[in-house]
């Protein structure tokens, strides 16, 4: 009897669970196709060609390639100023004057003593001829007539001196003196600077130095100048390396003929090492790098495909590629992280241009916001 309760309890247990499984079988497949059919929603680009250059990225600040610093080498009271700072000025236009009274005074008795000497030379000459005279004395009155020749000269451009002028064309970047000032010779009143032409030095590692040469263009930004890119050019390279720093110091100049930079300015500097035309490139957003090698995903068929590329150039948001694929193909650029061979797809951006995708910039802020919300729901 209690053999055939155990048999019965068992069989029984064995109709249930077959019943539950039969239950249960297609309610496992419709989820299973539920999660078959959904789409990870992403943003794709498409692979296009362009120039793409090798750049290698430091900072400088400007200088002016022409500056001089204006002294006096006379002593006297500052009478006049013509300039003030910000002004624009000439070579040899006259900034300052001093006090020239003293050095009027020292010119003409300089000038009247030469005239006396240039009487005596000739009533001497005429002695001489006729043999009243020694040779001694002849000549020590030329050494006397050469030595107020140069006094006279000397004394001539100390007036000169007091006027003081500008050596060169540009700029008052600094005044040093004010009207009443009393200054000392080699004292420093102005200070001018060339904002027309501009250099910038930077220093780069020795195993660069095979990639410079003399001629290469420079793209310079500044925070100041928002949006804008300015050319230089390199105008010369040191030929020793610093063995300190294994560095080499390298100038770049460029013009400022629109007067748009001001020497002591930041500059971010990209110098172009070499420059690939007509290649293939895509976001660098879109390239996944694990383990020393990096993939994208195409979208075919409205689904993923891993592809592994091979990087070359990078130049701020773009990067060189090679691999299997095409130009015009789509590329993910957002929600790549999520995906996996296969896996079925919703191209969120697909009513947008390509040229709208590569950088989202022009997007407006409202499909943003739904884009990042569907990609944050895909990823839960």
Do not use: W
């Not at 043999?131 to 000269?153: C, M």
């Not at 100390?158 to 050596?167: E, F, H, M, N």
């Not at 896996?343 to 407006?364: K, Q, R, T, W």
């Amino acid at each position: 009897m209690f053999t055939f309760s155990k048999t019965l309890l068992l069989s029984s247990a064995l109709i249930a669970a077959t019943f539950l499984t039969a239950c249960s079988e297609p309610q496992a497949k419709e989820e299973d196709k539920e999660i078959a059919e959904f789409a990870i929603p992403v943003m794709v680009a498409s692979i296009e060609r362009k120039d793409i250059s090798s750049n290698f990225h430091t900072t400088a600040t400007l200088e002016s390639r022409n500056e001089a610093e204006i002294i006096t080498r006379v002593t006297g009271i500052i009478e006049e100023l013509t300039v003030e700072e910000g002004d624009y000025v000439e070579k040899g236009q006259v900034l300052a004057k001093v006090d020239a009274r003293r050095y009027q005074l020292a010119l003409d008795k300089a000038e009247a003593e030469l005239a006396g000497l240039d009487q005596e030379l000739k009533r001497l000459s005429l002695m001489a001829e006729k043999q009243l005279v020694s040779a001694q004395a002849s000549d020590k009155l030329k050494y006397q007539h050469r030595a107020a020749i140069a006094a006279k000269e000397l004394a001539a451009l100390d007036l000169k001196d007091s006027q003081i002028v500008a050596p060169i064309s540009g700029y008052i970047s600094q005044r040093f003196i004010k009207t009443g000032h009393f200054t000392q010779g080699y004292q420093k009143l102005f200070h001018i600077v060339d904002q027309s032409s501009l250099q910038a030095v930077v220093y780069l590692p020795e195993h660069k130095l095979s990639y410079v040469e003399l001629g290469q263009q420079a793209l310079l930004q500044f925070s100041a100048r928002q949006g804008k890119q300015f050319l230089a050019q390199v105008r010369s390279i040191s030929p020793v390396i610093d063995s300190r720093s294994g560095t080499f110091k390298v100038i770049l100049s460029l013009t400022n003929e629109k007067m748009q930079l001001k020497p002591g300015m930041f500059a971010q500097i990209a110098l172009t090492f070499d420059t690939h035309k007509d290649t293939l490139t895509i976001p660098t957003d879109a390239i996944i790098t694990l383990d020393n090698q990096s993939k994208i995903y195409l979208v075919k068929d409205n689904k993923a495909v891993e592809v592994l590329i091979n990087k070359g150039f990078v130049q701020e948001q773009l990067t060189e590629i090679s691999g299997e694929f095409n130009e015009g193909d789509r590329v993910v650029i957002n929600g790549q992280h999520n995906l996996k061979e296969n896996a079925l797809v919703e191209i969120l951006n697909a009513n947008v241009s390509d040229e709208d995708v590569p950088g989202s910039e022009n997007l407006n802020d409202e499909k943003l916001s739904e884009i990042d919300t569907a990609i944050a729901k895909a990823t839960k």
